[in-house]
C-alpha cells in the first residue's frame, strides 16, 4: 500500500459543489463554506458544477488538488461523492466529503458530521487515512452496487422525490410500490471463492458498508477476514417470492430484521463475477451503484480493490468534541 499522500495546509482545498452556480442553494453552500474557510484561516477553491459537468470537473479538481499537495472535496449527495472519489482515486490524491444526502451511510461511518458547516471544520484539522473502496468492472463504488430489482427501486424513489419531496418517509413509500410490483426475474452464473452456481433472484445486491448492512439487519456470517467495507462485501440475493411473502419481506425490512425474511440469502466475498442470462443480441444490463442508475456490458466484476481511497477522516475524539463544543454554545 502506497503511503497516504502529504498536505500542504497552504494550499487551497478544491471543492467540488454538485449546485449550478448563481442558484440559492449554490448562494447557501457558499456562504457555509467560506465563512468556516475564513474563521479558520485557510483557503479554498470552490467549483459550482451541473450534473452533467460533475464527472469532468471532479477529475480537473483531483488532479490540482495532486498537483497542489492538497484534497478535493464533494459536496453533495451520493452520486457526488461517487464521482468525486472515482477521481480521487484514479488520481491518488486526499478526498474530503461534506454530505447532502438522505441516508449519507458512507459519511456516518467515517464520522463525517452532517452538518455542512461542521463538516468543512473537521475535514480541515483530519489526516488522510486509507480507507476501502469497492470495484464493479471499471468503476468504483464506496456504499453498495446491484442489479435486478434495487436499481428499479432507485429509480421510482427519484420518480416519487421529484413529485413529493425528499425525505425517509418518500423513500420507504416508493420502495413499497416498486417491491409491489416485483415480477421480472434475472437468471445469474455467479462464481466466487471457488464456487460455481446457477440461481434465480429478484435481485442482487452487493454492500461495502457495514452500517448499511446493520441498519437492514442483514450483515452476512463472518466467514471472512474483516467486514463489509473493511477487508471484505456482502452479497444479498433475493429469491423470487410471491406478494404475500414480499409483504413480509417489507416489514422485516423497516423493522431492520431483513436477515430473517424468507428467501433473502446474505454471503461475504472479496471477488464475485457475475453472469446474468440476456436477451438475444444485448450485451449490457441494468446496475445501480451510489444511488445512481447505469447500463453496463456483462458479465460484472466485484471486487474490494487493492488501492484504497484516501479520506480525511476526523477522529473520534476530536468529532466527539467538536460537536459538544457547539452545542455548549448554542445553550449558552
Known sequence: MADAPELDPFAPIQFVINAA?????ADMKREVIESVLRAEGRCGDLHFCTPGQLAGVARESAQRALSTRTAVVAVGGDGTLNTVAQAAHAAGCAMGVVPQGTFNYFARTHGIPADPAEAVRLLLHAAPVPVQVAGINERVFLVNASLGLY???????EAYKARFGRSRWVAFVAACATLL??????????ETGGTVRDLQTLTLFVGNNRLQL????????DTLAGTPGDGSMAALVLRPIGAL????????????????AAGVERFEFEHLVVKPTLPQGRRGVKVAFDGEVTMMRAPLDFRVLAKPLY???PHRKAAAIDAA????????
Open 151 to 157: 436499481p428499479d427501486l432507485l429509480e421510482d424513489r
Open 325 to 332: 463544543s457547539r452545542t455548549e454554545e448554542a445553550g449558552g
Open 21 to 25: 452556480a448563481g442558484s440559492s442553494d
Open 214 to 221: 446493520q441498519q437492514f439487519g442483514a450483515e452476512p456470517e
Open 181 to 190: 410490483r416485483a415480477q421480472r426475474r434475472l437468471r445469474l452464473h455467479i
Open 311 to 313: 479520506l480525511l477522516r
Open 245 to 260: 411473502s414480499m409483504m413480509g419481506l417489507m416489514l422485516h425490512g423497516a423493522m431492520g430484521r431483513l436477515g430473517e
